[in-house]
């Protein structure tokens, strides 16, 4: 039986995907402070400052590689993030990967699948979305984004246990609720 090789060939992760290591008892925070439902290029920042050209044209890894697929638990498995680049991923490809994926358009079979508690609770997730967009009405007619499938897990919580299989560099996204104090009205 041919065992399934899992090793890290000293590529590392860059520091701005990193957070707590594995097996700590807290979290702590990773440098970019994102939540996925808006587009990085415009609200991602670090240390409370927008991300800067300087960040985002940093390799994802070192060595640079030019293929890196992230898994999370949470998405549902036809939802690939594949993040290419011929001269190494960046950290704006590996962003903005994840932001095409999740604000893709859910898909009538995924619906389908869906128990009906979760439909009333994405249901929902999509009518404060609206509700909260400059135009209500063009976002309540282009439908349900997978986005809104996460409720509230939605803030960006840094990549983790980059392994290669079978040929294939993958990692892990990790995404949390917004635990950010909220300003009191």
């Not at 993040?83 to 990967?97: C, S, Y």
Request: charged residues 20%.
């Amino acid at each position: 039986m041919a065992r399934s090789i899992t090793r890290t060939h000293g590529v590392k992760l860059n520091p701005l995907f990193i957070g707590s290591p594995s097996g700590e008892r807290y979290h702590v925070q990773v440098p970019i402070e994102w939540d996925v439902r808006y587009n990085p290029m415009h609200y991602a920042e670090v240390a409370n400052i927008p991300l800067l050209s300087s960040h985002l044209s940093q390799f994802a890894t070192n060595p640079p590689i030019p293929k890196l697929q992230l898994v999370c638990d949470l998405l549902s498995p036809g939802w690939e993030i594949i993040v290419r680049n011929p001269t190494g991923v960046t950290v704006q490809d590996v962003l903005e990967a994840i932001y095409e994926t999740l604000r893709g358009l859910l898909r009538t079979y995924e619906w389908e699948g869906m128990s009906l508690k979760q439909r009333s609770r994405i249901e929902d997730v999509h009518r404060a979305r609206c509700t909260a967009s400059s135009d209500p009405e063009y976002t309540r007619l282009a439908g349900v984004r997978r986005v809104d499938c996460l409720l509230s897990t939605t803030m960006f919580a840094g990549l983790t246990s980059l392994v290669r299989r079978r040929e294939q560099w993958q990692v892990v996204l990790t995404l949390s609720r917004d635990f950010r104090p909220r300003p009191y009205y």
